[in-house]
């Protein structure tokens, strides 16, 4: 085995809460709105549950929830998750605070109402994400691979700094492991190989970056291709149109930058 030069303390969530924006809705229907439920009785709330792909709602009327907007299936995160996540609240005494403040926040109109529902939804949905994440993943994708003990260090440098040029050899000896290791573990665990991974990771930051109005070339650079003749033919291999139809028209007008 090879000693990884990088602290066992990896963030592996931090990433996606930077990379795509975090909204919270009361009674949200749209369908890429995922749901936050939270069971309560007498005694206060005794469950709560993130619904990733919003297909459940609460489940008895003395539930109340919020929707989480956070990327969609944009967000590879928001993808990977099973249906449901969930715990009893007996048992998570920092969940049952944030949760019970939330509840709070949600049936009294105080000032400051939204706010406190925001914070303390985007609190407890990273609490149960650090679950999900912990727990891993009996089927390969980006879930069973964040909760690698080795792989998930290659991971999280990836998302860090996915513009860089990563050889796998780099990203070998930051999960501790042989070339040959690597090559193996990742795929069974991720479910594709560590180039293709950082392909996907790399274009879907970059079309969320020319959605928020970015110039094409900056992006390109950004993202790590070596010209934006390269970006436009791999953005348009996996989205099936060109960068220029991603970003708002006017962003080109701005830059002076036309679109490829």
């Given amino acids: 085995m090879i000693e990884s030069p990088q602290s066992e303390k990896v963030d592996r969530l931090a990433v996606f809460f930077r990379a795509f924006d975090v ?23 005794r469950r709560i549950a993130l619904y990733p792909h919003g297909v459940a709602r609460e489940r008895s009327p003395e539930a109340v929830g919020v929707g989480i907007c956070f990327g969609g299936m944009d967000n590879p995160l928001m993808a990977a998750l099973p249906g449901e996540i969930a715990a009893d609240l007996g048992d998570e005494p920092a969940l049952a605070g944030v949760a019970g403040a939330l509840v709070e926040e949600m049936r009294q109109r105080r000032c400051g109402r939204q706010v406190g529902i925001d914070r303390l939804s ?5 609490m149960l994400l650090r679950r999900a994440v912990d727990r891993g993943a009996s089927t390969p994708g980006l879930l069973a691979g964040l909760s690698h003990p080795a792989l998930r260090r290659a991971l999280a440098a990836m998302h860090d700094e996915p513009g860089r040029a990563w050889r796998v050899e780099d990203l070998a000896l930051l999960a ?36 928020r109005g970015d110039a094409i070339k900056a992006v390109a ?23 220029s139809q991603a970003k708002p028209p006017e962003a080109d007008r701005q830059t002076g930058v036309a679109g490829v």
Wanted: no cysteine; charged share 25%.
């Fill in 221 to 243: 650079r950004k993202a790590g291709f070596g010209s934006a003749e390269a970006f436009s033919r791999a953005f348009a291999r996996r989205f099936g149109r060109p960068p």
């Fill in 23 to 45: 909204s919270v809705l009361e009674d949200a229907a749209a369908p890429d709105t995922a749901w936050l439920a939270i069971e309560t009785d007498p005694d206060g709330p």
């Fill in 176 to 211: 501790g492991q042989s070339r040959s290791q690597f090559m193996k573990a990742f795929p069974r665990a991720v479910g594709v190989t560590p180039a293709a991974y950082l392909a996907q990771w790399r274009l879907t930051l970059a079309r969320r970056e020319l959605v």
């Fill in 122 to 126: 985007q609190v407890a949905v990273l």
